[in-house]
Every structure is written in C-alpha cells, then in structure tokens.
C-alpha cells in the first residue's frame, strides 16, 4: 500500500480520534470503582508520617532556614555517579515526611522503574502524598500496571502528560495518526525530570526511570549527570511542578480511554505485587546503601557545595501552543543567554550536537571576537549514540562547528573506559563470570521503550560494532561557563529542546560546583575516551582545495549532499604522545586518522547514517 493511499486512512483515524474523550459519567463509574477497592493504608500515627531519620533532609531545613531575602542558602550535590543517583533518589523517598513530586519523560518496568515505583508506593501507604506525572509517549503503557497504580493507594495520583488521543498506549496507527492530523501538539513532549521531597530538596537533571540510566543495563547505558539541591530552590521547583500537574494536558489515569475501560472490565481490587526483580542482590545492596547513614554522608553529604545563588529554571507546559508568552521558553532563553555571557571558556556537553538558529548566531558572533572565548564541545560518536539520525546532522555540518564557531568537539567511543569504571561500581555484585557474560553480550536496545511508530522494533536500535560487549552512550547536558557557574539539566542545546519539548534545569552560581562538573565532563573527554574531530590532513594542494570547494556546496544544500570526503574525520593519539588541539602545529605528528565513523560495522545504519545527511536537513528540528 503506498504512502498516497495510506494518507487519507490515517486522517480518517486521526479526525476520529481526536474527539474521543472519556465520558464524565464513565470517569465517574470509575473514580467510584477505584475509591471503593484502594489498598487501605498502613496505620502511622507520627507527624512525619514513619519517615526514616534523614541526614540529607536536616542539612536542606538548615539552608532554608538560613535563608533571607536576597540571601539565599543552599546545599548542592552534583551526582555524576550513577549509584549515588539512584541511593538519593531511595533515601529521598524513605526519608519524606510530607510529600513527593515526581516528574520524567521516560518510566519504564525494569529493575529501577520497578525499584522507585515500589519505593513511592509504600510511600504514599505510609501517609505521604505522593504525585507521578509521566510523559505518556514514553512512560508506563500497560494499563493492567497503571489500574493497580490507581488503586495502589488514595495518598498516591498519576496523571500521564499529553497522552495520544486520550490513551495510555500509543498502537503505531494512532502515532501515523497523530502526526498526520496534530503534529505540533503531538510532538511536543514534557522532558523534564524532577523527585521533589517536601518543597525542601530536589533532584533534577538528565536521568530518566530505566536500567540504562543507571548503569543496570548490562547492554547499553548512558553516562548521565544529575543535581540534588536543597534549600529555596525547591521551592521553585514545587512550582513548576504545580503548573504541569494542573495544566489540561496532564491527565489522570480514570480519563484515558483504555485504562477506564480495563478498571469498568476489571472492578475487583488487583493489589499490588512485590515487584520481581532480574538481578535482586544488586537491589538490595542499593537499597542498604541508601539507609546506611555512613554512606550517605560519605557519598551525598560530604561532597556537597554550600554555595548561595542557585536558580531552577522550567519552560512552561505545552510552550508550543504559546511560543511568545513571555515565560514560555524561560529555560531555553536563559541557557542561550548564559552561553551569550561567556568571556574565557565555554564546555558544553550534549548527546546530539545539532544547533538551533539562535544557538548558531550566538556561537558564530562568539567566534567573530577580536578574543573569542574557547568552545570545548563532548558529545557521542555514531558508535556511542543510539539517534543516529539526529548524528547524521551533526556529521553534516562539521565544518561549520569548526571553522564558523571554533568548536573544539571530541565525540565519545562506545567503550570508553571512565564509562566502564562507573558500571563496575555500581554493578559489583556481579560474579565475574557473569560479568564476562554480560560484557560479551551484543544486543542493541532501542534508545526509548518504543521504536519509530510506537513499536518495540529495531529503528532506534544503535549502529552495529567491530568489537562486541558492553556499549555507553552520552546522555548528559551540562554547561560551565568561565569556571563561575554551571547548569545541569535536561535542556539537549538542539532545535527540539529549543521548540518542541519542555525542558528544566539548575544553574548553580559557585566555582567549586562549576570546576567538579568541568571535571566531571573533561574526563570524559580524554584519549582512552573520546575521538578527536579535527580537518583531515592536506595531501595535494590543488586537489584538496577542490574537494573542499565540492564538500562546501554540497554541504549547503537540503538534498542531495553525497560528497563523501568531507572536510573534518576523527582522530586516535599515538602512544607516548601528549593529548593536544588540533590547532596545534604538531597535531598530526602525534594523531592518526580513524574513519569518520571510527568503531562502526558496515550495515545499514552506516547506509541510513549517509542517507540521512544527504536528505533530512529539513528534519534537523525534530530529530
């Protein structure tokens, strides 16, 4: 059937569907059902709620209270860590005393997924109000989990965010459907990522609720970078939350069509299991890591910054209905500003390095100063990332990133070995011979819980590789800016993050935060680590000056740019010499070209990778 034919099915779809909301007397039958067959909750009956003692929390009240106008106190954490990520996130959520805001883009039912929402469910049966709100593109999916969620306890809400045609589960007709008939409010996705605890201290960052996140993948996982605040900030966070959480695009689970029909099909109470766990030792180790106080403040507390001038910063809900309102892209224009500002040095780390216009002009016009600041650039290569569309962008225009902006870009290797240090702590429980099993794996998970079109099929699955075992993806987004201050948040510095999504994040105003996230991001960028992306060394005079003037035509237009030799590749150090810029005169005696896809089988991601950058610039704002 062809594209012509399928067009007008997928209207009809759409047009049908997109008037389909719940009745209110269905949402009522089944608001009636879930009051009535709720878990009852456990008996508390102390202020706090039975919360466990929590060191982290009183250093948080201490700030707050310490707090004046204009002088405000916080403690900040920067978890670069992927286990001292999630044993924050679990002593965050046995220490609460009042309530949880919880708030991400992905949320899936693996052994974290499952982890933290056991963890916010005992919670909430313990007194606490807790509230998830959820991506629904994204998150959860299965309406038998979601009824049990409703009905798990009345201290605990979910409400899925923009959810396709009022359903939980997005079949890949209603994604065709939704794209055809609604495709600004379709692809507009809520990607903040927010555990707030008591208005008191907040986590935010770039981590989502899936094993890959935190190094418990086994096949392929992401370096991350999250920030646990506590003090005033929170209690911008609170309200940011409250904006989400009320707006019409976030909706409970009784008005989404499936999940009201699966509770009026199924009214007995479903209880909620134990959860079942792939790898329960690891688990339990976490867990007694985050009840261990010794721990806590060996890992959270004793590598903290007290530090004054801390701003959370969110874009309002659904941005793309209300693009001009003055606080709409409150976070975009912000990070473009604090990127504006920079005199010396700006580091940036992004997993798709793909400009907006407004990010072009400013890097451009930084570049054209009399002192330019230096521009020092992480990002994935087409064997670390798992969008190779969105790479095939970046690929595109390298050498506009570097002779227009002056970017100096090391683009991450898939085995890079500070990654692999991190997964061997946070995965010690893991026998060696399991270990070695695990590492000789080679599996490529997709990038999301869901293919192109809503299925759980291959399209996203990262560019096959030479050598097998254990991959790692970049999926951090930092800034630092002259070694003053940093950001650290969801914000990908990319057209999408500019326009279509939401995004959130922190800028923390000290120099001892802003040099450990400087830190935090150079060591990924060392040789063991990172590829260097530098012009390929001249050979012929004449003919190289041709093939550039070819590669600079074809790189200028929307279609057709098949020039294969382009104007920049990627490098490896030789052994014994010193890491150096490319602007180095004696680069090339000590770097060897690689490929400009270094590490990556011949397949038909390498084909699609070529196909993508001689046809989808068109497509580089939604990649």
Not at 68 to 75: F, S
Not at 79 to 103: F, G, K, P, T, W
Not at 219 to 231: E, K, Q
Not at 509 to 530: E, K, Y
């Amino acid at each position: 059937m062809s594209i012509r034919s399928i067009f007008p099915i997928l209207l009809l779809l759409a047009l049908t569907l997109q008037g389909c909301t719940v009745p209110r007397q269905q949402v009522r039958r089944a608001d009636a059902i879930v009051a009535a067959t709720t878990l009852p909750s456990l008996d508390c009956d102390r202020a706090d709620h039975c919360a466990a003692p929590s060191a982290v929390l009183q250093a948080a009240d201490l700030a707050l209270a310490g707090s004046a106008a204009g002088k405000p106190q916080h403690v900040v954490t920067l978890l670069a860590d992927s286990e001292d990520a999630l044993a924050a996130r679990i002593h965050l959520i046995q220490a609460a005393r009042r309530s949880i805001d919880v708030q991400t883009y992905i949320w899936d039912q693996d052994d974290v997924g499952q982890l933290v929402l056991d963890q916010l469910v005992q919670a909430a049966r313990r007194g606490v109000r807790v509230r998830i709100l959820a991506d629904q593109l994204f998150s959860f999916g299965d309406v038998a989990l979601l009824d049990r969620l409703a009905r798990a306890d009345r201290h605990l809400t979910v409400k899925l965010y923009n959810p396709t045609f009022h359903d939980a589960d997005t079949s890949p007709a209603e994604f065709a459907a939704g794209i055809v008939c609604c495709f600004m409010k379709f692809n507009q996705r809520m990607h903040n990522k927010l555990l707030l605890v008591d208005d008191t201290v907040g986590i935010t960052g770039g981590r989502n609720y899936q094993d890959r996140y935190f190094n418990w993948d086994g096949d392929f996982d992401y370096v991350d970078r999250d920030v646990m605040i506590g003090g005033p900030a929170a209690h911008d966070m609170a309200a940011s939350f409250a904006l989400f959480w009320n707006h019409k695009r976030s909706v409970p689970l009784e008005a989404l069509r499936d999940v009201n029909r699966y509770i009026l099909a199924h009214p007995a109470a479903p209880g909620w299991p134990a959860p079942q766990f792939r790898r329960p030792a690891r688990v339990a180790k976490l867990e007694r890591e985050a009840q261990d106080p010794a721990w806590i403040q060996e890992h959270l507390l004793d590598p903290a910054f007290h530090t004054g001038q801390v701003e959370f910063f969110s874009d309002l809900p659904a941005k793309t209905d209300a693009p001009t309102r003055k606080h709409a892209l409150d976070f975009t224009h912000h990070v473009m500003q604090l990127v504006a500002s920079a005199r010396h040095e700006v580091l940036l780390q992004t997993p798709y390095l793909v400009m907006s216009h407004r990010a072009q002009k400013i890097f451009k016009s930084m570049h054209r100063r009399a002192d330019p600041p230096r521009i020092r650039v992480s990002t994935n290569s087409l064997a670390s990332t798992d969008a190779f569309a969105v790479y095939a962008m970046s690929y595109k225009h390298r050498k506009r990133y570097l002779r227009k902006y002056g970017f100096e870009i090391q683009e991450m290797k898939p085995h890079a070995a500070s990654a692999e240090e991190d997964y061997a702590l946070a995965n010690d429980d893991l026998p060696p011979a399991a270990a070695a099993t695990a590492r000789a794996r080679r599996r490529f998970p997709g990038a999301e819980t869901r293919g192109l079109f809503g299925s759980r099929g291959s399209s996203n699955r990262p560019a096959p590789l030479i050598e097998s075992g254990l991959r790692f993806g970049l999926h951090a987004k930092s800034i630092v800016v002259d070694d003053s201050f940093a950001m650290v948040g969801s914000h990908n510095f990319d057209p999408r993050s500019d326009h279509f999504n939401t995004e959130a994040g922190v800028i923390v105003h000290d120099r001892g935060f802003a040099n450990a996230v400087r830190t935090s991001i150079l060591r990924l960028t060392g040789p063991q680590n990172a590829w260097v992306i530098a012009p390929r060394k001249p050979v012929v005079p004449v003919l190289t000056d041709v093939n550039q003037m070819i590669g600079d035509l074809s790189e200028k237009l929307p279609l057709f740019d098949f020039w294969p030799y382009r104007y920049a590749t990627s490098y490896e150090i030789k052994p014994g010499c010193t890491p150096m810029t490319p602007s180095d005169p004696a680069f090339f005696s000590c770097y060897e070209p690689v490929g400009d896809f270094p590490g990556v089988a011949l397949s038909f991601k390498l084909i699609y990778t070529r196909l993508i950058t001689a046809f989808g610039s068109a497509g580089s704002g939604i990649l």
